[in-house]
């Protein structure tokens, strides 16, 4: 006949175990007896709660599972961790000026021709490939372009931009003999910088040139010429004004008369009519 045992806890902490068959009950309050038995119901207790389907704990107070949970405290800062005063760094040293230091330019108009074709800090390529400007003192019409054209060959403005120059010149009454053809750039410059040229004074080196020639009248050929040497006299409407220059200890305005490049005016007939209409304007052309 089988035996349906039943134990249950009592107590104390020990076990007895009762048999339905009459046999005898066991109690386990012995210190020293056996514990395995003990573990054992544990686990068997567990074991009928997780197949009832009981296999979480449970609070009496509600609670919001989807909450967020607050933020873990913000640990004191510690020294080690505290941002650090960055060590000064020393400003870039600036580009030297074009030409290098002014006490040092020539004089004469002829000294700087020679200087301009030679001097290092001119610009940073080397000598060979200069072209250098063309005229006398005084000249009547003194012409800035940016820079020699590709076609100049050893002599300013003798390509396309050269005829088409003769052909205005002789338009407006003049020759080359009366003129001074100057570039503010020694050799041919594609998408020349003028920003940072502007930032190496290039503007004070070309007043310079400017003031050694002294012509009557100055022609600019291109917009950012106009910006570097910044006439203190200039209205854009007209794109005429006048710049101070000191010639002998003396100062003096030149009038200036700004138009389109060359090469803009070769492909565009309407920039040459502007540069006629505004030649035309002026009371004095020379």
């Not at 006949?1 to 048999?19: P, Y």
């Not at 197949?51 to 967020?68: H, K, M, Q, T, Y």
């Not at 949970?69 to 760094?89: I, K, M, V, Y």
């Amino acid at each position: 006949m089988d035996l349906i045992a039943e134990r249950r806890v009592v107590k104390g902490g020990g076990e007895k175990s009762d048999s339905h068959s009459g046999s005898n009950v066991t109690t386990f309050n012995d210190p020293g007896a056996d514990r395995s038995d003990n573990s054992a119901l544990v686990e068997s207790w567990s074991a009928f709660w997780a197949d009832a389907g009981v296999d979480l704990s449970f609070d009496d107070d509600p609670r919001d599972w989807i909450a967020e949970a607050a933020p873990p405290p913000e640990a004191p800062e510690r020294e080690a961790d505290a941002p650090r005063p960055r060590p000064a760094q020393a400003a870039p040293a600036a580009a030297p000026a074009i030409g290098g230091p002014s006490d040092r330019w020539p004089t004469t108009l002829p000294a700087f021709r020679d200087w301009w074709m030679t001097e290092p800090m001119v610009d940073a390529g080397a000598p060979a490939g200069r072209v250098a400007p063309v005229g006398e003192a005084g000249a009547r019409l003194m012409i800035l372009v940016a820079d020699p054209a590709d076609d100049d060959g050893d002599a300013l403005l003798s390509g396309e931009d050269g005829r088409l120059l003769d052909a205005m010149l002789a338009a407006m009454g003049l020759e080359r003999k009366d003129c001074y053809l100057a570039s503010a750039l020694p050799r041919p410059t594609p998408a020349a910088d003028w920003r940072s040229l502007h930032q190496a004074e290039l503007g004070a080196l070309l007043r310079h040139h400017i003031a050694l020639t002294a012509p009557q009248m100055l022609a600019i050929l291109g917009g950012e010429l106009v910006t570097i040497l910044a006439p203190e006299r200039f209205d854009a409407a007209s794109a005429q004004g006048a710049i101070r220059i000191e010639t002998g200890g003396e100062a003096r305005e030149i009038p200036v008369l700004a138009s389109y490049p060359l090469a803009v005016m070769r492909g565009r007939p309407q920039a040459k009519a502007l540069w006629w209409r505004r030649w035309l304007s002026l009371s004095c052309p020379y």
